[in-house]
């Protein structure tokens, strides 16, 4: 017979099981503080991953509280149980059970702001009747108490049942030594005395749950009350569906059952607050005075421009000497590693393949760190709230909601962390239609192709007090805009067709970042990029490696040893070195013309022929598929002039390109055509696996290149047959 032995270590007299004793779910009203307690009981030992079909992020941490080893789930903030949003309805489901993989908590922790008693005193009602083991942890004591704010505990414990309820301040850990215990014993505490405040409801669930369990449908009366109260519920078989319309019938008549279940629960709300609660003084303190002005329409904007402007300016500026930085180390570990290693593929796999693959990735990290810590640092303070409450109104006009606009702003930087910024939108369309326009923003990946097209062709011309090619430049980001903008306007009046939610928001207090919930969710956000978009970015960039190197020509390598050996035999010193370096680019450039990525170029021309491109256009644009920067040195290894040739030398090959019958390739139709496709089309393997990712699906980002790329295609197709 085989024993079960759990293994335990014992740290400081405390002995750590590794197998929970059970599971708890941190319950809450958004903005209550619930993330920051929960990342102060769990620390580093949290993992995130979506919950299954869903892009809401699931986080559960493991906690030693005592003797006890317990599961935190930490779930989506929700102000009652009648979910009104995809966030709100995982948290109702995760309580009852109903969610695939995740375990039915136990016990739950609710976190409730202390400022805003009143609103969270209507869940704490609905979560006590659930009757499960429970204790309240009181956030944002510290506020109360300079707002005057008194709080009888000792009565809001006798209200609620017997719930033990803890204040605590997350971001000084004042009173977590109390709830650390508390938690301790959270499993073996009783279950909530329940006030029967609608008795006819919980009769007449009670008879409808019998009912059914002999049909063989297994529902807690809460969850029939829930059925009953929550009208847009669906439910299965048709009888279940006859008994709640009757029920329905005998309870509200003809009211909205959520409106009558919110008269008798306030009424409750109100003679509990009345009991516990204490108003503070009438006084308004200098700070109160400050703030109430600055959430006045126009220092509100003023405050939301600078802001703005800030982030963008960090993303987009801050953030480059960092990239700089893991570049030049990524290429100096590349070089002094290929100058170790042989000539030959084993070399060119590891330093341009791997390393360069490697780079590809982590090179984004500034930009994703600096992006989330303003995110972060402004959802903590309780700002984030109130700038998407102010561009509500005019983001609504191309179907989206105010908490669009950081995502679609980060985006003119990068679109990696602006798509996993778009987890702050709780609505799943705008979320979605947020992500898909967001590619359309000109990114800092296609200025070096902007800048090199640009300055080859488009003439340094004043127009009035502009320059012409500034004025390309500006138009090229406006262009990329109206896409962006039309995109989440099409989406939003088709597949993703719907009401607009209801911008509900509670804007909470103004309050200082707790720097550990700030450095745990900016680290959770490093991990979540580098594992899951990292592994994509990865392959793809050696999939393109291995089609622009294989298969390797001998009679190119022969031609470029006999090239060398002449021009060693007749010219010396810096000549000699130049002619080296001439030979070594023409052979790059063969072997790519031969390569498979070479040969793809010549097989998609017919393709493309129509938008006055060459095989060698072609082979550049499918070799920039990882991303778009890299066009520039393709097209200087197929043009024979180096990977790492200045613009002004590229450019004067770019200008001199014919196709066979002599004609010019670079026109400036075909330029112009070829910037409006680089503006519109999705080239960018890190963002097609964050969407990937964001979405829970590879429908969207199949959509999306496919979408964009058709768009960029006849955009580019209109341009040159009408120019030509």
Known sequence: MATRVETAVSVDSVTIHRRAAGTVAVVGNPNAGKSSVFNRLTGLRQSTANYPGVTVER??????????????????????LSPNSTDERIAVDVLFGRVTGTRRPEALLAVIDATRLYQGLYLLQQLVELGRPMIVALTMTDAAQRQGLR????????????????????????GFPALNEALGRLLETPAPRVVEHWAELRKVAAQLAERWHVGGVDLHPIEVERLLIDAGTQTAGTQLQEDLAAARKQLFGGAPPLAVEARRRYAWVRATLARVETPGSLVVSRGAALLEWINRPWPATALFV?????????????????????????SAIGAAIGAWLPPGALNSFVVDGAIAGVGSVIVFLPQILILFLFIIVMEDTGYLARAAFLVDRAMRVVGLSGQSVIPLLSSFACAVPAIMATRVIPNRRDRIATILAAPFMTCSARLPVYALLIAAFVPVRPVGIFNLQGLVLFGLYVIGILGGVGTALLLRRSVLRGENPTFILALPEFRMPNLQTVGLKLLDRVRVFLKRAGTVIFAVAVVVWALAYFPRSAAVDEHRTQARTVAAATLTGAELTKRYAAIDNEASAEHLAQ???????????????????DWRVSAAVIAGFPAREVVVAVLGTIYAVGGDADEQTLAGQLTAARHPDGSLVFTLPMVLGLLLFYAWCLQCAATLAVIRRETNSWGWPVFAWTY???????????IYQLGS
């Open 59 to 80: 986080r559960v941490g493991r906690g030693v509280f005592g003797k006890t080893s317990l599961d935190l789930v930490d779930l989506p903030g929700t102000y009652s």
């Open 151 to 174: 709080i009888d505990y000792a009565a809001l414990q006798e209200a609620l049942g017997g719930v033990p309820v803890y204040p605590v301040v997350a971001t000084t850990g004042r």
């Open 306 to 330: 600078l802001t703005m402007a800030l982030v963008f300016q960090a993303v987009f500026a801050w953030a480059k000497p960092f990239m700089d930085l893991i570049d030049a180390g990524i």
């Open 595 to 613: 390569s498979w990525l070479g040969r793809a170029g010549h097989v998609v021309e017919p393709v493309f022929r129509p938008l006055g491109w």
């Open 708 to 718: 964009m790329t058709a768009l960029g295609y006849t955009g580019a197709l209109l």
